[in-house]
């Protein structure tokens, strides 16, 4: 217990590494009533219970000596008690915390032995705290001088940046970075040689105290604007992402690291770069010109190893030879769930871009005779032109063959029209909204033609 004249309290300090700061903003100041608060318990509205001011110290000016006053009150509280015979002390038992001094530190490590406590003689006790009593010297007990380590991190970094994709029934896929990842490199790629539309991203922060934001690239209501939409990610947390398209420009994700202290901020980029080579062409469609003034068709891309596992081209035109009723690529082609498409322009034109490889091309519209072209290699930065070519209408079966059997299918729904239920496009030869005649006439007139496809091997 003390009844307080002054308590003399100095230590010293590596001001290489900490300078006093302000407790509000933390900005370095010299000021005592910046860099040192009260506890609540020794304060008051009218005037300060303990009051601390500094005095010149001739060590230095990396010490910090401050006296401290006590000004009793007239109530008691938790520490302030009545001492019969003295009036009014402290109560130190089991210690007591009297205020908290700020510090900023410039290093990222806290070493206490930064701070020492100053002594002025060899009797001095080992908290370097002396008390003076009624002009008389007395030392307190050997006790703790105490310091909390509340420094903010300044860390921003990540540990660890994982990159993969979802793989249906499988463990999920990583991917190697270019450069490998290191904390402290910032801008990665990948470059990324498969059809996949979206990926995932872990990170890891260096620091649990950080925070961690993502931009990723998302699509306008358009369809076609790309902007970059941020996210909160939470640590170790994956998150999925929807990639740029072929053809578009590099997906760009970037990870926004805020330290602890708020203000060191690190960003790191990771550009996925897609290869992709084109393939383009027109079909025409004649006999829908005079109705809907469109050449409207849909081209599918189909990986030759993925068609290959299927069947042999070569065995499957032999067995067909033009024979009616035995051909079914058509069917076996759609049964593949990985492939490219898309549905020509109005005009015709196509442009459809794939990743660098070998692939088997279907041009299909309903009711028309297919058009393939198969062993189509295509390298990186390539561009394949088909050129135009003129669909033949009336394959209602799709077998490959225009015959007796599909006049008989589509006069079985002759005076149909779009209005009713269950109206199938394929009888529609001319696009009008209905099943007549016309279409009859149509199919008619290409009795006997069959598919053609078209051998890319070698070229």
Do not use: C
Request: glycine fraction near 8%.
């Amino acid at each position: 217990m003390w009844n307080l004249n002054g308590i003399d309290v100095r230590f010293s300090y590596d001001n290489s590494k900490i300078h006093p700061s302000s407790i509000e903003n933390n900005a370095i100041t010299d000021k005592p009533t910046d860099y040192f608060k009260w506890e609540e318990e020794f304060t008051s509205e009218s005037k300060d219970i303990l009051e601390i001011y500094t005095i010149p110290d001739g060590k230095g000016s990396n010490v910090i000596r401050g006296i401290i006053s006590f000004h009793p009150p007239v109530t008691e509280s938790e520490h302030i008690i009545d001492k019969e015979g003295i009036g009014k002390v402290v109560n130190t038992d089991g210690g007591v915390l009297l205020g908290k001094m700020s510090f900023q530190m410039t290093a990222d490590v806290f070493d206490t032995s930064w701070f020492q406590l100053v002594e002025d003689s060899d009797d001095s006790p080992t908290t370097g705290i002396k008390i003076n009593i009624d002009g008389t010297k007395y030392y307190e007990e050997p006790s703790t001088f105490r310091f909390t380590d509340e420094i903010i991190s300044k860390d921003a970094t990540l540990s660890e940046l994982i990159l993969s994709s979802r793989i249906e029934g499988q463990e999920d896929k990583k991917y190697e970075l270019t450069p490998q990842f290191d904390k402290d490199k910032f801008n990665y790629e990948v470059t990324l040689l498969e059809a996949i539309d979206t990926m995932k991203i872990k990170v890891t922060n260096s620091n649990e105290k950080s925070t961690m934001k993502i931009k990723v690239p998302k699509k306008e209501a358009d369809g076609t604007t790309i902007i970059y939409e941020e996210k909160d990610i939470q640590n170790n947390v994956p998150i999925e992402f929807v990639l740029n398209q072929l053809g578009e420009p590099d997906t760009r994700v970037t990870i926004e690291v805020t330290a602890e202290d708020g203000k060191t901020i690190k960003e790191y980029v990771l550009v996925i770069k897609r290869p992709y080579g084109t393939i383009k062409g027109k079909i025409v469609t004649p006999y829908t010109v005079s109705t809907t003034g469109e050449n409207i068709a849909t081209v599918f891309a189909y990986k030759s190893s993925d068609v290959a596992s299927l069947f042999d081209w070569d065995e499957k035109q032999k067995a067909f030879g033009g024979k009616a009723g035995v051909d079914t690529v058509n069917a076996e082609l759609h049964s593949l769930t990985e492939m490219k498409n898309m549905t020509t322009k109005a005009d015709g034109t196509f442009e459809l871009h794939v990743i660098p490889g070998t692939y088997d091309i279907l041009i299909d519209k309903p009711g028309y005779l297919d058009r393939i072209y198969i062993y189509v290699t295509v390298e990186e930065a390539e561009t394949i032109d088909f050129g135009t070519y003129s669909l033949v209408a009336g394959d209602i079966n799709k077998d490959a063959i225009i015959q007796i059997q599909d006049i008989g299918l589509l006069s079985m729904h002759n005076g149909e029209d779009s209005s009713m239920n269950g109206f199938e496009q394929k009888y529609d030869l001319n696009d009008d909204g209905s099943v007549q005649i016309k279409d009859i006439g149509i199919l008619s007139a290409e009795n006997g033609r069959i598919r053609e496809i078209e051998n890319y091997k070698g070229r």
